[in-house]
């Protein structure tokens, strides 16, 4: 039997996640993802008008709420018999774009990019550039005055760690460019949204806010910004690292999974809805010779609660889904429930879409001889990002022109009212990936109401037919050489952006010391 590691909880990610891995030969042979965190806003919802549903549900998290309230109201559109007009879809998906950006590079550059430099190397840059060299200063003044964080994640900098002077002090220069870059792309949001964070504009039937020429053009002049720096810094950092120093992880594959990948398509191009951003679609046992992918059916998703602390019950469709809690459960270790489609586990977010799309940047990088894995999804969620600033673009022109033709509509009035009775889901792909909700309505309110997020999909625990989740699954197979420095276990777990919080705990399996370390 291999030596146990725990790191709990897993920190730069949002939310209480803990994993849990078996180590044997300096590899992980086994793994357990345990969200230690309840969710209970679905409960809340019981009994309210269904129009509270979106503010309600956007308050599930600070970082992805917009994404909540989407889905919430794409659920009340079909409930309600609700027309989005062509207007009403554009500053929706303005604001969702502007989510999109604000995620993503947020994502690279203050949650995970720490894990692949030594900071310590810009001590060594001989450079002459001034704003590097005014990082390198004020970083090797921190270092004296012995208060480097957040640049210094207390796990050993490892082999895959790059200590090229010029590399490293410019990805810390962009760390610190991209806190500006994040800023202003929440303030794009609220341009259309309302406010941030929770946009209140965004309801069922479209939007509220009637938007201007001004509002356009402002949002228009940051897109300009975003794109600059998403295509001369982003995308180029990403591929540094992708295709050099860390070119051996992706050939390796590193936190591959169960090869299993699901898309529920979203961000409309085109009137009809015919032409997406990201196309909908399903992958099993993902061939990259034949890349086949299959149509998308909401009538496969099935939530086991076999290993969560939940009342037994049988898989059931979230539409049919209940959160009655046992915390006695004996083998239960997650506060997550286990989504399936099909039966089968899968892996949701932007390498998903990015394979089922078959999008020619990130096939060229299987080509090259990468494998999907930790280093391909960092790759996939730059290039989506530049696909995003692309639409947004083609979004202000739409809305311009439709702003100057007669009737012009941003939110279908006839259907604002509560139905005495209704049932509706809601699809939409938030920047983590897949995400559903689930609305039935009696007597004008909520009698029921479900939501299952990207990260249930990711960070399930293991159901009834032994699947481990993909969390779980992608952690087999990878090298850690020293139990005390896990730093593949949370490179890993941290490339999927999980949605769930903040100090590690490594119990020695010699002498069950508890070994604490913050990891900023």
């Given at each position: ?338 989504p399936r489609y099909d039966g089968r586990p899968m892996e949701v977010g932007p390498l998903a879409r990015m394979l089922l799309a078959k999008n020619p940047d990130v096939i060229g990088l299987l080509k090259k ?152």
């Open positions: 039997m291999g030596k146990k590691i725990t790191v709990d909880p897993v920190t730069r990610i949002e939310g209480h996640l803990g994993i849990t891995v078996e180590v044997e030969n300096g590899q992980v042979k086994d793994a357990w993802s345990s969200g230690t965190m309840a969710r209970g806003f679905e409960a809340l919802l019981e009994g309210r008008d269904p129009r509270d549903a979106p503010f309600v549900t956007s308050r599930f998290c600070g970082v992805c709420y917009s994404v909540h309230q989407m889905a919430s109201v794409r659920a009340l559109d079909v409930a309600f018999g609700a027309e989005v007009p062509w207007g009403g879809t554009l500053l929706r998906n303005l604001a969702m774009g502007a989510q999109y950006i604000y995620d993503h590079i947020l994502h690279f550059y203050h949650l995970s990019a720490l894990d692949y430099i030594d900071i310590m190397a810009v001590a060594a840059y001989k450079g002459k550039d001034k704003a590097l060299n005014a990082v390198k200063e004020k970083v090797v003044g921190l270092v004296k005055a012995k208060d480097t964080f957040p640049l210094t994640p207390r796990y050993k900098p490892d082999e895959f760690c790059v200590r090229d002077p010029d590399m490293v002090l410019s990805a810390v220069k962009h760390y610190i460019d991209a806190l500006a870059m994040q800023a202003k792309a929440r303030n794009m949001g609220a341009i259309f949204g309302g406010r941030q964070p929770h946009y209140q504009s965004i309801v069922v039937g479209g939007c509220t806010q009637y938007p201007d020429v001004n509002m356009v053009a402002k949002f228009r002049t940051m897109l300009d910004e975003q794109a600059r720096f998403v295509n001369e810094v982003y995308i180029p950092d990403v591929l540094a690292f992708g295709t050099g120093p860390l070119f051996p992880l992706a050939r390796a594959g590193l936190g591959g999974g169960h090869y299993n990948y699901l898309s529920y398509g979203g961000l409309e191009l085109d009137k009809a809805g015919e032409d997406l951003v990201f196309p909908a679609g399903v992958m099993m046992d993902m061939d990259p010779a034949k890349m086949e992918v299959a149509p998308f059916d909401p009538r496969k998703i099935t939530e086991s609660v076999k290993y969560a602390w939940y009342e037994q019950d049988r898989p059931r469709h979230p539409d049919k889904g209940q959160q009655v809690f046992d915390l006695d459960r004996k083998e239960a270790y997650s506060f997550i429930k286990a001889g990468a494998k999907p894995g930790v280093v391909a999804r960092h790759a996939a969620r730059a290039i989506e990002t530049r696909l995003v600033v692309d639409a947004c673009y083609k979004w202000c022109d739409e809305l311009l022109a439709e702003m100057t033709r007669p009737g012009f509509k941003i939110h279908d009035t006839a259907h604002y009212e509560p139905p005495e009775t209704g049932e509706g889901a809601g699809f939409f792909e938030a920047p983590r990936g897949a995400l559903g909700h689930w609305i039935k309505i009696k007597d004008n309110k909520i009698a029921n109401y479900q939501a299952v997020v990207p990260s249930t999909w990711n960070a399930s625990p293991r159901c009834e037919r032994q699947y481990r989740g993909q969390y779980e699954e992608s952690l087999i197979g990878a090298p850690v050489p020293d139990p005390e420095n896990p730093i593949n276990v949370v490179r890993i777990v941290r490339s999927f952006d999980p949605c769930l919080a903040c100090a590690i705990h490594l119990i020695d399996p010699k002498t069950n010391e508890i070994k604490k370390f913050l990891v900023e």
